[in-house]
């Protein structure tokens, strides 16, 4: 994605996400020198903060106070960043955004404890937040996420899954953690119980339409634009939405066959990507982000007016947009 | 209450984990998550030795409990290689069974309990990372930090709900369980979990196993002298900590 791009977008909240971002070097800091460096090394690869900045424009349509609010936006990075470290794990993920994985540089059990170590933070920093409902938003969704992971795991290499199995998958693997988002960062500032309701379904349909726009990057950008080797999620067996639209055309299901039968040679294996990224599966992944993009849209419109609004719109379209 | 009630005691509480952990995937690849019944009895000596035990105590156990299934369940994926889909779904067991204990307490409303044993939690993996970094410990820090992870939750939760006079015996016991555990399966040769990763302890077994010897011998002298604790739970204790005793482990192998 383009950072530069993004970042302007949220230039409105750019104090406050300085103070997030010293925030979290705060919580990663640990008596343990190699956790340190583990989390440093996280922290320092960078990411979009997308969940924080939900966090933050949602809090807007509240009582807004950074102070109270950074209680909330700290954790939901902190909890994103812990299942990304354990994903490496589970993927024997060498890299990503171009730098080695936890696991790569240390090993896996040193990737657990880093990623036990940050879920721990997240929830000393949430529970700052007295609302027990929030509280409970939030272990539903750690719950959810994890069971997103496991039917991954589950449905990998599976063809016979349905879109509609892909869609709760990604339901639990995406949506929901950027749904809490917004709806975290609602209730915390005390936002009427209307407008928490649309910024959660917002959240929720911008993450689903934010998933199929990384499935279908995954396939379409190049290692450098991804910082990971294109076509990953298809070399680990997960089936993804294009895939899933691509899987019956001539060109790809022999291939797709062969792949999973683990008897594809590599030239193959380019082969199947080139032939997926011209089929109509890639047009129809689009088509179905767009809708989501747009429930999040008519969301965004029911919404009080406020400078946030605008930016939710903004934003919600250029993360369903991007290029990579 | 004898040891028949006591053992059902555990039984009861071992069965209500279980049920709090129930994901078909999971049981399928991963098997029941573990519950150390040795760690489960030492937690439960307020409720066996008498004391005023409601729904919150009896829950927050049980939160307690996942929480050490979970830590258990990522010390159960290989430094390397973790590539099979039972490994995968153990890296993910652990996180299921953290949010469940989150989950249990959010919806007791313990919120400061959950901020404390967030605490303990991001204080074990600091202490358990003491045994793959590269800096020198001595053996007094190691073994201290051998009981931090064994035993700080339990700690936090007896504090908690005021049952400081119970800690001392709690934290003795299942340091010795793990010292002896980890003894008996260094002498066997088998993998051990602090023992395989740390020089100062591998070449200070004797020194370990005189320690293991004179937190044995202290303990059951103040479990034996204790004006706290009823006759039966003594007896339970005893027979715990001598029914493992390191010989015993040795023999039976």
């Known amino acids: 994605m383009d950072k530069m791009k993004l970042k302007l977008l949220y230039s409105d909240l750019k104090s406050d996400l300085e103070v997030i971002e010293k925030e979290l070097a705060v919580a990663v800091n640990s008596s343990s020198h190699l956790l340190n460096e583990a989390s440093l090394h996280l922290l320092l690869a960078g990411g979009k903060r997308i969940r924080p900045v939900f966090v933050l424009l949602a809090a807007k349509f509240g009582n807004y106070s950074i102070e109270s609010i950074k209680n909330v936006a700290v954790p939901v990075e902190l909890i994103h960043m812990a299942s990304l470290v354990h994903d490496d794990v589970i993927d024997d993920a060498e890299t990503r955004r171009g730098r080695e994985t936890v696991k790569a540089q240390w090993n896996n059990r040193v990737a657990m404890y880093t990623g036990d170590f940050l879920f721990a933070k997240a929830m000393e920093y949430i529970t700052e937040v007295q609302n027990t409902y929030a509280h409970e938003v939030l272990s539903h969704t750690m719950i959810e996420l994890c069971i997103g992971e496991i039917i991954q795991v589950e449905d990998k290499r599976f063809l016979d899954q349905t879109v509609r199995d892909y869609l709760r998958r990604i339901k639990r693997k995406t949506a929901i953690l950027i749904s809490a988002s917004c709806e975290l960062g609602a209730i915390a500032s005390g936002t009427d119980a209307k407008t928490v309701r649309h910024l959660k379904l917002f959240g929720y349909y911008v993450g689903m339409s934010f998933q199929i726009i990384d499935d279908i990057l995954d396939i379409v950008s190049t290692d450098e634009q991804l910082g990971k080797p294109a076509g990953s999620d298809l070399l680990q067996g997960n089936i993804t939405l294009p895939v899933l639209y691509a899987k019956n055309e001539p060109a790809v299901a022999p291939l797709l066959h062969a792949m999973f039968n683990g008897t594809i040679s590599s030239d193959d294996q380019q082969n199947l990507l080139k032939e997926i990224r011209k089929s109509e599966g890639i047009t129809k992944a689009k088509q179905l982000s767009n809708l989501y993009l747009q429930k999040a849209l008519n969301e965004v419109k029911q919404l009080p007016a406020n400078s946030a609004k605008k930016s939710l719109q903004n934003i919600a379209l250029f993360m369903s947009k991007r290029k990579f | ?253």
């Open chain 2, 1 to 253: 209450m004898n040891e028949t009630m006591i053992t059902q005691q555990v039984n009861q509480f071992k069965s209500d984990i279980l049920m709090q952990t129930r994901q078909s995937t999971l049981l399928n690849y991963t098997g029941t998550p573990i519950i150390d019944e040795e760690r489960l009895f030492f937690t439960l000596l307020p409720l066996l030795n008498g004391e005023d035990w409601d729904k919150s105590e009896r829950i927050s156990v049980i939160a307690i409990s996942l929480i050490f299934s979970a830590l258990a369940a990522h010390d159960l994926v290989k430094e390397q290689n973790a590539t099979s889909r039972e490994q995968q779904l153990q890296v993910l067991a652990g996180d299921y069974y953290s949010g469940k204990y989150y989950q249990l307490l959010a919806k007791d409303k313990k919120i400061d309990l959950i901020q404390q044993l967030s605490e303990c939690v991001a204080s074990i993996t600091e202490h358990k990372t003491r045994f793959y970094d590269q800096q020198n410990y001595t053996f007094e820090q190691l073994v201290g930090s051998i009981q931090l992870i064994e035993s700080k939750p339990i700690e936090q939760f007896m504090e908690y709900y005021s049952f400081h006079d119970y800690v001392f015996f709690m934290k003795e016991a299942l340091l010795l369980a793990s010292l002896k555990k980890e003894i008996a399966a260094y002498e066997r040769m088998e993998a051990t979990f602090y023992i395989d990763k740390s020089t100062v302890l591998k070449t200070n077994v004797n020194l370990l196993q005189t320690e293991i010897k004179k937190i044995e011998n202290s303990l059951i002298q103040d479990v034996r002298s204790s004006e706290l604790l009823k006759e039966h739970v003594k007896h339970a204790i005893v027979e715990r900590v001598t029914k493992c005793s390191l010989e015993t482990q040795l023999r039976e192998g």
